[in-house]
């Protein structure tokens, strides 16, 4: 599993702090029917706003992916369909990871193989320059 997928199981444990409160509070907004309207309007208005800026932000210099998928989150916490899309786009985004990590790796195989004598140890942002 790469780091990528771990941060995403992370981010969707349900034994966070922030998440037994938000449920504690959805049980307690069950019982006062005004209190839950006010909530949901809420969550739809930040959700859609997030969504939106992140659409702008795609053309525009800004985290538009980011926004975007945080924006479906928090439409996801109250909207099933929202959650069902945001799913699939995690899917989406650990495939095209893990292409993109085949596709380095083979290019990097490839490289070692055509010329051995060249290959030094160690991470790329910590070699001399020159190496």
């Known amino acids: 599993m790469s780091s990528l997928e771990e941060e995403i199981a992370q ?20 019982h006062h029917p005004l209190l839950r309207i006010v ?9 859609v706003t997030l969504v939106l800026l992140g659409v702008a932000m795609l053309v525009l210099p800004g985290p538009g992916w980011l926004a975007i998928f945080l924006g479906l989150g928090v439409l996801g916490s109250e909207f099933h369909w929202a959650r069902r899309l945001n ?16 596709r380095t790796a083979g290019g990097r195989h490839r490289r070692a193989l055509a010329d051995p004598g060249n290959l030094v ?10 190496a």
């Open 11 to 30: 981010g969707e444990d349900s034994e966070g702090r922030m998440r037994r409160g938000l449920q504690r509070f959805r049980r307690w907004t069950a």
């Open 87 to 102: 799913q699939r786009a995690k899917r989406l985004v650990v495939r095209g990871w893990r292409w993109w990590l085949a």
């Open 39 to 47: 909530y949901k309007t809420v969550v739809t208005i930040i959700g």
């Open 121 to 130: 140890p160690g991470p790329r942002h910590l070699r001399a320059p020159g």
